[in-house]
Structure formats: structure tokens, C-alpha cells
């Protein structure tokens, strides 16, 4: 089986501060990962997407985030937070042989503080 | 290029009426998937379709909700008989090839009220 746990439901930060987004996965087999944006009232927009190549991967405005087997985890990162930043955040996890769904976290509620 | 797009993006209608939903898919894209998002719920998938592949219904909650593709291209999820606890919003997505690695799209979400 797939799922993913975001371990913070709501992360408030100063602006010009780091960012940290913390994503915990479970998968039956080698997963796809991925992180996406949904800003309000707006789609939801792909931030960066892990699929067996490189562990780091660096995705859109300055995010990145690093595929950690022997943690299960694949946490998003950006090291200097801006007002913009401000959304919901959601780590998502597919794989081969599953129908290739998406199986989404509930998601993490990012506060920019000026 | 043109997204995936969503027609209506808000719908309000009285409990026990059916209501159509319809998407369209980046051009070119095969995969085609339904989720839907509610307040404490997160994203649930609904249904999946790949192609000219028999979809993958597997996440419809019940058989109220439907969803066709015709040609390969536009889709349209009907729900019928609408209860209140349908009120979510419904979300499009396409990929490419509906590989596991494939990045999904996302529409801009139809909202539906069920008064």
C-alpha cells in the first residue's frame, strides 16, 4: 500500500527564514515522489517530482528536497522562506503497479511572517 | 500551452439533482484522473483513465458517481442524486503516458455546493 504523512499540518516561519516541510512515505514499491503547490483560490502546480534518479532534487523558486530511503522520508526545504511562499503544500506518492494514482498527504499549511 | 481546464468552476445545486462535471485535458495527453478535495478529507482519488483502457473506478465512493471519456480527450464525472456531503471541490489532472513517474497536470477545480 502508498501513503504519505505530512508530519505538520500548519508551519509558521519569518520571511528571510529557512523552510522545512516534513513528508514521511510508505510504499509496497520503489515510489514516485513528488511535491506540489496549491496557492489560494489557484491550481494545484508542481513544485518537484523524485523518480529514482538523483536523491536531491531541486525543483521551481528555489525549493528542493532529498529522497531518504533508509528514512522513508522525502522532506521540502527552501533556505530563505518569502511572502510569496505562503500556500498549502501537499508531498504526494505513486507507484509502478498500483494504477499509478496519486496518493496525496493532507497536506501542510505554510505561513510567511513578515 | 493551454492547461487542463474545468467547466464549471463553481456549481450550486439542490440535494437529489444530478450535475455533470466536465474537463479537458492538456492536448495529447492519455491519462486522465479525478480527485476530489474536501474540508478534513485532504485529496482522494476517484477514477482513472488511461487511454482506451477500461478505467480504474476504484476510488468512486459510490455508484451515484460516473465519469466518461469520450475519444480519448474530454471527460465528464456525473454525479446523481447529489447528497450534501458531495460538497467538495473536484479535480481534474492529464499526464503524458499515466507512468508512475509521469507529472499530472491539475485543472483549476470545479467547487460544488449541495444545498
Known amino acids: 500500500a502508498q501513503s504519505v504523512t505530512q508530519l505538520d499540518s500548519h508551519v509558521s516561519v519569518s520571511e528571510g527564514t529557512p523552510v522545512l516541510l516534513r513528508c514521511n512515505y510508505s510504499?509496497?514499491?520503489?515510489?514516485?515522489l513528488f511535491w506540489y503547490v496549491q496557492h489560494p483560490n489557484k491550481g494545484l502546480q508542481l513544485l518537484l517530482k523524485?523518480?529514482?534518479?538523483?536523491?536531491l532534487v531541486k525543483g521551481i523558486n528555489g525549493f528542493e528536497a532529498e529522497f531518504k530511503k533508509s528514512e522513508t522520508s522525502f522532506h521540502l526545504t527552501k533556505p530563505s522562506a518569502h511572502m510569496s511562499d505562503a500556500a498549502e503544500y501537499f508531498c504526494?506518492?505513486?507507484?509502478?503497479?498500483?494504477?499509478?494514482?496519486?496518493?496525496f498527504g493532507t497536506g501542510t499549511s505554510l505561513t510567511v511572517i513578515p | 500551452g493551454a492547461g487542463v481546464s474545468q467547466s464549471p468552476s463553481n456549481k450550486v445545486t439542490e440535494k437529489g439533482k444530478d450535475v455533470e462535471l466536465r474537463c479537458d485535458p492538456i492536448?495529447?495527453?492519455?491519462?486522465l484522473y479525478w480527485y476530489r478535495q474536501s474540508l478534513g478529507q485532504g485529496l482522494e482519488f476517484l477514477i482513472y483513465?488511461?487511454?482506451?483502457?477500461?478505467?480504474?473506478k476504484s476510488g468512486l465512493p459510490s455508484d451515484r458517481f460516473s465519469a466518461e471519456r469520450t475519444g480519448g480527450s474530454v471527460s465528464t464525472l456525473t454525479i446523481q442524486r447529489t447528497q450534501q456531503e458531495d460538497s467538495a471541490v473536484y479535480l481534474c489532472?492529464?499526464?503524458?503516458?499515466?507512468?508512475?513517474?509521469?507529472?499530472?497536470?491539475f485543472g483549476p477545480g470545479t467547487r460544488l455546493t449541495v444545498l
Open positions: 489532472a492529464s499526464s503524458l503516458g499515466g507512468g508512475s513517474t509521469d507529472t499530472q497536470y
Open positions: 510504499s509496497s514499491y520503489s515510489p514516485s
Open positions: 483513465f488511461q487511454g482506451n483502457s477500461a478505467p480504474d
Open positions: 492536448s495529447g495527453h492519455t491519462a
Open positions: 523524485y523518480t529514482s534518479a538523483a536523491t
Open positions: 504526494v506518492v505513486t507507484a509502478r503497479g498500483t494504477g499509478n494514482q496519486f496518493y
